[in-house]
């Protein structure tokens, strides 16, 4: 247990130092920041993929993901096995090298961080605050979502150039997202809905969510029969009835209960600042991760009250946004407009996730503890 505090906590001090060096220096010598971003960009994949990738027994998924590997041929063609054909060809370009089976796990977590940082990279004034918020809020999911979370840090890409109006790299990055999970095809139809979404007013926002809660069982009556519809699309028909408990706080349901006050709580306040987030960060496209975050926010009632795994998972495109989210509204309040409410509340929300992280650790969330190399 004392080797996963040191991974996770360790990892998390080592990359916000690293952004928030690198944002500073950028600052100094905004000649160089190309090079500076790309600097702290190539460390954060090496420390990320030493520690993270070459992992054993971490994670729900980590012997499926080995079985994969030793199962998978040369010959093997998308048609014959049941994941996508992204993650059959990084298995067979390891195989040509007769890399070990515990390489597809080095290899994913490359791929992760590669995505991501990659995505910092041009974001370092915000980066040490959404780092932050990846490593205590959507890390412990990472280690079971193998292949979908390669496929959020795609969407991130994607998204990026969409508020770029860069249309073919998005399309670009969508397909890539697509290669290595089905359902990430979802991004393709909400982006026509993110290009003209606008961040609605607050009072409209917070009545939704309220709405959410107080009426899940008729947000329930549709939401259940649509995903259950869509689940051969996105992969998920194979899935029996799993509770989602034991990749949270164990097999108790203690961490459902945190999470029903938590979350309405947390999205309430990044709703309340929405406005004043979109317009300081207009340039980073902060709207359309706003727009993801809200159907999270929105469907998270269904999620507390289902406690369905797939659902859980098809929902991680739009919860893993709330790291975004809060980055933003960390680095708004700690650094753009630090005043004493703000920075009494950053402060306040960064010592909750880091107990988060703690406390999910310590009960082994998302079978991410104990720790071994």
């Known amino acids: 247990m004392i080797l996963a505090y040191l991974v996770y906590f360790g990892l998390l001090i080592v990359m916000v130092a690293c952004w928030s060096i690198t944002s500073r220096t950028s600052a100094l010598y905004p000649a160089h920041e190309a090079a500076i971003g790309t600097r702290a960009a190539w460390f954060t994949i090496v420390l990320f993929t030493l520690l993270i990738g070459c992992r054993y027994g971490v994670g729900g998924d980590f012997f499926g993901y080995i079985y994969y590997y030793q199962s998978t041929t040369l010959s093997d063609r998308p048609s014959d096995v049941v994941f996508e054909p992204g993650f059959l060809y990084l298995i067979q370009l390891l195989k040509v090298f007769d890399a070990p089976d515990r390489s597809i796990i080095i290899a994913s977590s ?4 590669f995505f991501f940082a990659y995505w910092l990279k041009n974001k370092k004034a915000v980066a040490p605050f959404i780092v932050y918020f990846f490593v205590t809020l959507v ?13 959020i840090f795609a969407i991130l890409l994607a998204l990026d150039n969409l508020s770029r109006s860069r249309i073919l790299h998005f399309i670009v990055w969508g397909l890539v997202a697509y290669l290595f999970h089905r359902s ?3 991004i393709f139809p909400l982006s026509i809905g993110l290009w003209y979404f606008r961040v609605p007013k607050v009072y409209l ?19 259940i029969p649509l995903f259950e519809r869509m689940s051969p699309l996105f992969g998920y028909e194979g899935y029996s009835d799993v509770n989602r408990a034991d990749l949270m706080f164990g097999m108790e349901q203690a961490s459902l209960n945190i999470g029903r006050y938590l979350w309405p709580i947390v999205d309430g306040i990044i709703m309340i600042y929405s406005r004043h987030l979109t317009a300081t960060y207009d ?5 359309f991760y706003h727009g993801m975050f809200l159907i999270a926010a929105l469907l998270q009632p269904v999620a507390l009250a289902w406690n369905f795994l797939p659902f859980g998972r098809a929902l991680f495109y739009f919860t893993a946004m709330r790291m975004i989210c809060l980055g933003f509204l960390a680095c708004y309040c700690l650094v753009d407009e630090r005043k004493g409410r703000n920075i009494v509340l950053g402060l306040g929300i960064c010592a909750v996730f880091a107990t988060w ?3 999910a650790v310590s009960r082994g969330a998302a079978v991410s503890a104990p720790y071994e190399f």
């Not at 890390?139 to 496929?151: E, G, K, P, T, Y």
């Open 357 to 359: 992280l703690a406390v």
């Open 110 to 113: 490359f791929l992760q961080i």
């Open 283 to 287: 340039r980073y496209g902060y709207r």
């Open 205 to 223: 926002q917070l009545a939704a969510l309220v709405a959410a809660y107080l009426f899940v069982g008729l947000l329930w009556d549709r939401v």
């Open 184 to 186: 990430a095809l979802i």
């Open 139 to 151: 890390l412990l999911d990472v280690n079971n979502a193998v292949r979908q979370s390669i496929a």
